[in-house]
């Protein structure tokens, strides 16, 4: 079974400029989670998505959204980029453990630096 | 504050030895506490998942214990080798009414020496 995919896996942009970027969950899941991973913050939550509806949405400014697509696909989408949204985006998908918690997996992220 | 901090922040011990690496976590209301191994560059990868009721749980080398009381875990790695080497990330899940929130803590990054 392919694993999470992300593309592109490295971007560069200047400020002011906007990005997409992409994920691809593990077939057959139907959850999409996004995250930012910095070396001051850690990885912080942005927004989880399922079945095209953003269920969950964690402390980003509104420069931040994303949306899923009916084949599960998502993309994040970052406009008026500044500096301090360098970082690794990283992308996971999610099913239900046999009764159990949903177990994510990872996607190997899109290194996003803003110059 | 729903919070998890993890101990210490950096650590190296030599090839062969034993760890454990902590985590303590003031997220309510607690629905599951996982590990996370991540290689610099990549993704994490889950090394365990435990629910409320559970208190320990291996996988290979590694175990995980938790205490829901005093709201802690720890992660044991037995007989390290060098690819040991990562950062180990512990999350704690929100319980939501729809979908999952997860918080997650700074991460202990480890570095085994042969």
């Known amino acids: 079974k392919a694993g999470v995919t992300q593309t592109p896996r490295y971007l560069i942009k200047t400020r002011g400029q906007q990005v997409t970027l992409s994920c691809s969950p593990i077939s057959g899941h139907r959850s999409v989670s996004w995250y930012q991973q910095t070396p001051g913050q850690g990885l912080q939550f942005l927004f989880e998505y399922f079945s095209e509806t953003q269920r969950n949405k964690g402390n980003f400014p509104g420069r931040f959204s994303g949306r899923q697509f009916s084949n599960s696909r998502s993309e994040m989408n970052v406009s008026t980029l500044e500096l301090g949204d360098s970082a690794l985006y990283l992308c996971?998908?999610?099913?239900?453990?046999?009764?159990?918690?949903?177990?994510?997996?990872f996607g190997p992220g899109t290194r996003l630096t803003v110059l | 504050k729903n919070q998890v901090e993890q101990s210490p922040q950096s650590l190296i011990i030599l090839e062969g030895k034993n760890c454990t690496l902590q985590?303590?976590?003031?997220?309510?209301?607690?629905?599951?506490l996982r590990w996370y191994k991540q290689d610099t560059g990549r993704g994490p990868v889950s090394l365990t998942i435990?629910?409320?009721?559970?208190n320990t749980k291996s996988n290979g080398r590694y175990t995980a214990t938790l205490d829901a009381d005093t709201k802690q875990s720890s992660l044991h790695i037995t007989a390290s080798q060098l690819s040991d080497s990562a950062s180990y990330i512990c999350v704690v899940t929100l319980h939501m009414e729809y979908g999952n929130k997860l918080v997650f803590g700074a991460g202990t990054i480890l570095r085994v020496k042969s």
């Open positions: 985590c303590n976590y003031t997220v309510s209301p607690f629905s599951n």
């Open positions: 996971a998908s999610s099913a239900p453990l046999a009764g159990g918690p949903n177990e994510q997996f």
């Open positions: 435990m629910t409320f009721s559970e």
